[in-house]
């Protein structure tokens, strides 16, 4: 069966379309500005890749460029629609209503949409591309949502929890719910087939990006994740503060005279490391500026790995152990000296680091020595395949 699989977003809409025989990527792309009159759309199939700029005012105008693209010209890979079996779609927030992904349902696109005061761009983005399918591909075919925050619910109550009045839970749903689920369950599953086993594991997947989060895993089911009632929580980011004192946020609205939100926008959009940097958000431009002698770009770098390790510190002491650390996602996979300084950084563990095993980028490898107490890898992430394999087992 082959597998369309969809992640998207306000003004942008990625998709894979997977041939679950072999699980072989025949094409994938983005739409990018959509809404917008200088639209992108790029699409990669047979070895090549080729961008074009229509206007797309929505996502059904965006699934017809796919269509096209992927039925049509050098980059056709079907001959007609008909050939997919079925269509995937990431969901951020799930809540508590999802524990696993489901078929799509009209109670499942009204529960996405009751949720989407928890990530308002995000599920909101998914709802318009799962009924932008249904105009494109017809009632009849099977649809998949997989939630993000799915994987996360094994979580108790003493670790969601917060020490907020009882009442906030009760009536808006306030607790710790994660992201990147569906990352840290693809690496998580990866690292116990590298130990050859499950149960008795004890686990910590660093999923480093311009978004990013840390979870510790116990016995392959999430234990604590670093992620809050929304992506903002945990470590700094690209943009993003991570968790500090929420005194600071109404001291600086009161100083500045900031609306609620403008101070979201300004926690989210421009902190992290842009913030403290003052230089950018991507870490290639972070690494030049301390090269070139830039004080606040390096303390920025410092910041950032001091808080990684420290999370990962009390993730051990939660787990009672560690068994293996996982790095992912963009940063994680492809930044050798992060890796280098978390991993030094546990030394007391008896972790024994590897630089020229870590000399690499983009591919699954151990980091640590044969002799280290606790391995470290890299696991590249593949959320999409994560995706398209639920959907198979719900369509069949």
């Not at 116990?218 to 943009?239: R, Y």
């Not at 890299?378 to 995706?387: A, R, Y």
Request: proline fraction near 3%; charged fraction near 25%; include cysteine.
């Amino acid at each position: 069966m082959k597998i369309l699989v969809i992640n998207a977003g306000s003004s942008s809409l990625k998709y894979q379309l997977i041939d679950m025989e072999g699980e072989i990527v025949l094409a994938k792309g983005i739409c990018e500005r959509i809404g917008l009159e200088d639209g992108i759309f790029t699409h990669k199939a047979n070895g090549n890749a080729w961008t074009t700029y229509p206007v797309m005012k929505n996502q059904t105008e965006a699934f017809a460029q796919v269509k096209k693209a992927l039925t049509e010209g050098e980059g056709k890979v079907i001959n007609d629609l008909s050939e997919v079996g079925a269509i995937g779609h990431r969901v951020v927030q799930g809540g508590d209503r999802f524990d696993r992904s489901v078929v799509v349902t009209e109670k499942v696109k009204k529960d996405i949409e009751e949720l989407a005061a928890l990530a308002p761009l995000h599920n909101m983005g998914a709802l318009a591309g799962i009924n932008a399918a249904t105009e494109t591909f017809g009632e009849e075919i099977t649809q998949v949502v997989v939630f993000d925050t799915a994987f996360h619910q094994t979580m108790e109550p003493k670790v969601f929890m917060f020490a907020l009045p009882y009442e906030y839970y009760e009536k808006y749903g306030v607790r710790r719910y994660g992201a990147h689920g569906t990352s840290h369950r693809f690496v998580s599953a990866r690292c116990c087939e590298l130990l050859g086993k499950v149960e008795g594991t004890r686990i910590i997947t660093c999923h480093l990006g311009s978004g990013s989060s840390i979870s510790a895993i116990k016995d392959g089911k999430i234990l604590d994740t670093s992620m809050g009632l929304t992506p903002l929580d945990g470590f700094m980011m690209g943009t993003r503060t991570g968790g500090f004192d929420p005194s600071a946020v109404t001291y600086i609205m009161d100083k500045e005279g900031l609306t609620p939100k403008q101070m979201d926008d300004l926690m989210n959009k421009k902190s992290g490391t842009l913030g403290i940097s003052g230089v950018s958000s991507d870490d290639r431009d972070i690494e030049k500026a301390i090269e070139e002698g830039n004080e606040r770009a390096k303390l920025a770098w410092d910041m950032r790995t001091y808080q990684i390790t420290k999370i990962v510190g009390g993730y051990v002491a939660a787990l009672g152990g560690l068994d293996a650390l996982v790095f992912t996602a963009g940063i994680g996979e492809n930044q050798p000296l992060i890796r280098e300084e978390i991993v030094n950084a546990l030394s007391y563990l008896g972790m024994k680091f590897d630089p020229e095993a870590n000399n690499c980028r983009g591919v699954e490898r151990r980091i640590t020595t044969e002799d280290s107490a606790i391995p470290a890898y890299i696991i590249p992430t593949n959320e999409e395949l994560v995706i398209a394999r639920d959907t198979l087992a719900l369509a069949q």
